[in-house]
């Protein structure tokens, strides 16, 4: 639900059926599938997206992420499989459906004829809210992303971090029940993401579903309640993010950074000590529940420049699932 301090709207879950354990799904897809032409970009994917938590999908370049948020928000026809959004089939219900999205789209669609004020109003024109009504979502809207004194502004006087933001605004102009938001944070600066994540987080607590894609990691664990890792169209995992580092990798790495001469020989002792590892040009990584009987087993190792040890992150997780090569 929307607090009193921000009265955008009230989250509505009429349409939805419970599931046993009362977890409520706003978006369900069965073998779901989209082709262009003799690629597949999403081949046979099952998931389901609870009302009222963050889902991300995470994936390399080309992993069939955007493609799949694209089924969902109507701007894809979906080729095969079923999918039900807030309950209505995509393919029969999809301006149902429409009125009850807020789409935060990948790429930046804010008009720059239009000032700050002037992109929201027109934009509640497609969804016939009355002007003055409009006004009044707006100003609350540009009040919650801090743009407020901001709304005579040109569009292209505002920085990539107020343009994010107004997008943010404008995706709730409509009261959604769900908010799909295609790589929110892309290129901002660490202050601009951080409020982004803030402003998600906000809405994520007052009962609106979200959705999103990230490339992120750090932000997919600040902001998801579960993951989605794809690959080549496939999902290959789906769980929380502290569930899939537990399931995938130790607590700990060491980051071995190396001197040219050597690296074999290192490799061959870990292999001998039985110790997971992967070796990257000059880094090797090790993976291990004990890090300090790794380190004092190498503290004598001239070939090691640095040492460094930290906890497993999400992202070993999505390397470790979908491999360090370059994608373009």
């Keep these: 639900m929307w607090n009193s301090a921000l009265t955008l709207g009230v989250t509505s879950h009429e349409n939805l059926q419970t599931h046993p354990g009362g977890r409520v799904p706003a978006i369900q897809a069965r073998q779901l599938t989209k082709r262009f032409g003799d690629l597949t970009a999403v081949d046979g994917i099952d998931f389901t997206i609870y009302a009222g938590e963050c889902f991300g999908f995470l994936g390399p370049n080309g992993a069939g992420k955007t493609s799949t948020m694209r089924m969902i928000y109507g701007f894809s026809p979906v080729t095969g499989g079923e999918l039900r959004v807030l309950g209505f089939d ?21 008009d720059p004829d239009l000032k700050v004020l002037q992109n929201l109003l027109v934009y509640a024109r497609f969804f016939d809210i009355p002007r003055r009504e409009a006004l009044n979502r707006a100003e609350e809207a540009l009040g919650f992303v801090q743009l407020w004194d901001r709304r005579n502004e040109s569009i292209r006087n505002l920085s990539g971090g107020m343009r994010r933001r107004l997008s943010v605004a404008r995706a709730l102009i409509n009261r959604p029940e769900l908010l799909i938001a295609d790589e929110p944070t892309t290129g901002l600066d660490p202050q601009a993401r951080h409020l982004v994540w803030q402003k998600l987080r906000t809405l994520r607590s007052q009962g609106v579903t979200l959705l999103l894609t990230t490339h992120y990691m750090d932000e997919a664990a600040h902001l998801c309640d579960r993951v989605a890792v794809m690959d080549e169209g496939k999902i290959l995992d789906i769980g929380s993010p502290q569930d899939l580092i537990h399931k995938y990798v130790p607590s700990q790495v060491l980051e071995l950074q190396l001197s040219s001469a050597g690296s074999e020989t290192l490799k061959n002792l870990l292999t001998g000590e039985g110790w997971a590892y992967e070796a990257v040009a000059d880094v090797i990584y090790v993976y291990t529940e004990d890090p300090s009987t790794v380190q004092r087993k190498l503290e004598d190792r001239q070939d090691i420049v640095r040492t460094v040890r930290r906890s497993s992150t999400l992202e070993d997780v999505f390397l470790k699932l979908t491999g360090r090569a370059l994608r373009e």
Excluded: H, P, S, T
């Design 90 to 110: 995509v393919r029969r219900d999809l301006r149902e459906i429409k009125y009850r999205l807020g789409v935060i789209a990948q790429e930046d669609n804010l």
